[in-house]
Every structure is written in C-alpha cells, then in structure tokens.
C-alpha cells in the first residue's frame, strides 16, 4: 500500500483558506476543544510510492483542489 499525496505538509486551517480563495467565498472556522484521538499534525510519506511507483506528484495541493473544483463544476 503506497500513499499517494503530493507530499506537502499543511493545517485545516490553510485548506479553509484555500477553499475560500478558490471558490470566492468566506467560510469561518469554528473552533472546538480537540476530541480524544484527534490528529493534531498529518503528513503523508510518499516516498514509497515515488520509489515503487515512480510516482511524482504534478500538482500541489492548492492546484489540485483548483482544477478539481473547476472539474466538478463543468460537469
């Protein structure tokens, strides 16, 4: 099993604000005590699936997110 990402390390709170550029809007976060469990840093290892996949990520996150929204909205 291989993650695939594009090996960018970033907060909820960068993607809310990526979002909000992206699609023009201007969502608030709501901000709550952290719940037992919660993940308080995530970054995925891609380097297995560059090493065995050849994998290389083409597109940053705020890219991907982009192009995929523009995607779905001409769908």
Sequence with gaps: ?????CGER???NEIVDILNKILNKDIKS???E???GDVKHSLA???K????????PKYG???GLKETIEWYKNE
């Design 61 to 63: 996150l705020e890219a």
């Design 45 to 47: 290892d891609i380097s």
């Design 49 to 56: 699936a560059k090493n065995i996949l050849g994998y290389d």
């Design 34 to 36: 952290p719940r037992q």
């Design 30 to 32: 709501i901000y709550t």
């Design 10 to 12: 970033i907060s909820l």
């Design 1 to 5: 099993m291989c993650n695939i990402a």
